[in-house]
């Protein structure tokens, strides 16, 4: 699985605290192969990051087909441990309800 790891551009933190970090430091523990994509440190340049996920914070993860998986950096991190990055790939891989699209055919809890 070819992915992207969108995130900030302080590489050079190390801490477990850090959200990109963790997410960075569990992939590379789970032998994911990813690309690193590094944005701009500051929240008011990342114009390109909320076109892509619909939010301005970082870590993002891109799929091979484009599609987007944003959560918490510790949900993140515990989906890659737990082995279930790809289950995220899709439609809907959105960490909340306002930045996830509706499902196709969705009728945005209008329904009976
Ligand atoms: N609670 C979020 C925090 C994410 C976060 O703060 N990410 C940093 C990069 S490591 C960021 O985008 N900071 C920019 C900002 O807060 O303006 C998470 O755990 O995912």
């Known amino acids: 699985m070819a992915i992207k790891l969108h995130r900030c551009p ?26 690193l994509v590094k944005g701009p440190l500051r929240r008011g340049k990342r114009d390109d990051l909320e076109k892509l996920s619909g939010q ?3 870590p993002v993860i891109e799929f091979e087909d484009g ?10 991190a515990k989906t890659v ?9 899709g439609a809907g891989a959105l960490g909340g309800p ?15």
Do not use: F
Request: hydrophobic share 30%.
């Open 10 to 35: 302080n590489l050079w933190v190390k801490i477990s605290a850090h959200p990109c970090w963790k997410v960075q430091k569990t992939l590379d523990e789970q032998g994911v192969e990813y690309e």
């Open 56 to 58: 301005r914070l970082y």
């Open 67 to 76: 599609s987007i998986y944003r959560e918490e950096a510790a949900d993140m």
């Open 81 to 89: 441990e737990e082995g279930k990055l790809s289950e995220k790939a």
């Open 98 to 112: 306002d930045t996830a699209p509706p499902a196709e055919g969705s009728t945005e809890g209008g329904g009976a």
